[in-house]
């Protein structure tokens, strides 16, 4: 067991461009500078711990707050605030990072210096943003109730629209067989049959827990002063009682335990789908995280890979195939569309290709265009508000405070040697395979 999330206490945190404080115990602030955007982002990230007892009851949290405040009781008004601040956006997301279910919620608006009548729309999107999480509205003291089961109905629908997409649906029981008993084969949205017993009064009791247990990650990230907003987030959690805050861990396992696991599923489809789930033991912050995303990135991770270019290009044994790593968790997944008779061949050669990866079987060239794509992806990082505030809701995660920019520059000085050496530590823990039904037709995709 580690400690993935590392919540430093001991004051300021900073880069050229990022600056990390911490507002409260528990509680931090990071500021991105960036100039090239018209729109600022501000975001709030609740970090709870993964647990099959509360998942859907907090997945179901901010669908219900974002329905008003108590200053904007409802959506219709809600909405006509957001259309005043000149089509400002407010929105959730629900994810999974380690074991560690993550609640965000952000509001991008206009810069102040774009308004037409000199308004301060940073403050003023920061405040309806802090009114939705401090009040949000209630109905003698508790949720709607006829929100809560419009929600209700909406979550549900997430988690049913994962068994529509098999390709999803196939990456989803990969992680539920691998890590079966481990937080991390939970779905961040939870499970269909624990959403039904969720009433108003037990949410309403779950925003409270979160307000008083949660560890925070703020961002802001544009080209204004966020010292307001710094003042203003520090005030609201002054009015809460915050109290024993919940343990964030991951469980890191370094090797496989137990026998290799193999699962079959069966459902209606014409395109089989193979996943091998495999323990790195290399997890952040540990210091070859870089070493292993390159190794994973040599061995499925662009069109140049060992992947793509031998099982699916050279040998026909996959309409995809690519490799891609769990870093907080240190986990490495193989996914590939492949017709089922041709399954155990793909599996075969998608392991040969492995092997040649630990052995030091790829060239130069190979190592040159998985850089080439890493930095591409890191380059892309910027291209949005959301996306550049993600990254560094990752590095918070990882007790560190690193640039796109100083990430793909650290790319240069590894080896073949560190890529090897990373990769040497992959070790098979699950086969799942999802086949099909003689007879059975698919929409799928």
Excluded at 114 to 139: H, T
Excluded at 152 to 164: F, G, P, T, W
Excluded at 298 to 313: C, K, T, W
Aim: a negative charge.
């Amino acid at each position: 067991m580690k400690n993935m999330y590392c919540d430093h206490d001991g004051g300021v945190c900073s880069t050229e461009k990022a600056q990390r404080i911490s507002l409260k115990p528990g509680i931090f602030f990071t500021t991105v500078k960036e100039e090239k955007f018209k729109y600022n982002h501000l975001s709030f990230n609740f970090l709870l711990p993964l647990q099959k007892e509360t998942a859907s009851l907090y997945a179901l949290l901010p669908m219900v707050m974002r329905h008003g405040c108590k200053s904007y009781p409802n959506l219709t008004a809600l909405n006509a605030r957001l259309s005043e601040l000149y089509g400002a956006q407010l929105d959730w997301e629900i994810s999974k990072r380690g074991d560690l279910q993550i609640l965000t919620f952000y509001i991008e608006i206009l810069g102040d210096h774009f308004a037409l009548e000199n308004e301060e729309l940073l403050e003023e999107g920061a405040k309806l943003l802090r009114d939705l999480l401090f009040a949000p509205s209630l109905e003698r003291e508790k949720f709607h109730a006829e929100d809560v089961e419009i929600e209700k109905h909406n979550l549900a629908d997430i988690i049913r629209s994962q068994l529509n997409d098999k390709r999803v649906y196939a990456s989803k029981r990969l992680s539920e067989v691998m890590c079966e008993g481990e937080a991390y084969g939970l779905s961040e949205y939870g499970q269909l049959e624990d959403i039904e017993q969720i009433s108003a009064e037990r949410l309403t009791e779950a925003w409270h827990d979160v307000l008083q247990h949660a560890h925070v990650e703020a961002f802001y990230v544009g080209s204004g002063d966020a010292e307001s907003v710094c003042r203003l987030f520090t005030q609201a959690f002054d009015s809460v009682k915050r109290e024993k805050l919940f343990d964030l861990k991951t469980e890191v396992l370094h090797a496989p335990t137990g026998a290799l696991k193999e699962v079959t599923d069966h459902l209606p489809v014409t395109q089989a789908k193979l996943g091998l789930g495999f323990r790195a033991g290399i997890a952040l912050p540990d210091a070859d995280t870089d070493a292993m995303q390159l190794a994973c990135t040599v061995l499925g991770g662009s069109p140049h890979a060992l992947l793509f270019l031998n099982v699916r290009e050279k040998l026909s044994l996959c309409y995809y195939c690519f490799a891609r790593y769990e870093r907080y968790k240190g986990l490495v997944f193989i996914e590939s569309g492949v017709e089922e008779v041709n399954a155990q061949k793909a599996r075969k050669e998608i392991l040969r290709q492995l092997d040649a990866l630990k052995a030091g079987n790829f060239t130069e060239d190979d190592l040159k265009f998985a850089v080439l794509s890493l930095r591409n992806a890191y380059k892309g990082i910027n291209d949005s508000l959301g996306t550049i505030a993600g990254w560094y809701l990752a590095q918070a995660l990882a007790g560190q405070i690193r640039s796109p920019e100083d990430v793909a520059a650290s790319l240069d000085k590894l080896t073949k040697t560190d890529v090897v050496r990373a990769a040497k530590g992959i070790a098979l823990d699950t086969i799942y395979l999802l086949a099909g039904e003689e007879g059975a037709a698919s929409n799928e995709i």
